[in-house]
């Protein structure tokens, strides 16, 4: 990854692409947090490891090349 090339390094809660893939133009990523935390998520609208992880999936649609 491009990131960590440059030094970019992401702790365990921030590993959260698990599964990336296109299909007829589309991009879809599966994407999930550590299972400790999970009980913190309810205190998101929406988390922001869980948001970084979806936008790693621009990383598949080529829109980051």
Do not use: I, T
């Not at 992401?10 to 400790?36: I, M, S």
């Amino acid at each position: 990854m491009r990131a960590a090339e440059n030094g970019l390094e992401y702790g365990p809660v921030f590993q959260g692409l698990r599964r990336a893939w296109r299909r007829d133009g589309e991009v879809f990523a599966e994407v999930g947090l550590p299972e400790g935390e999970r009980e913190r998520a309810g205190q998101f609208g929406l988390h922001p490891a869980l948001f970084d992880a979806a936008l790693h999936a621009l990383g598949v649609s080529g829109a980051l090349a």
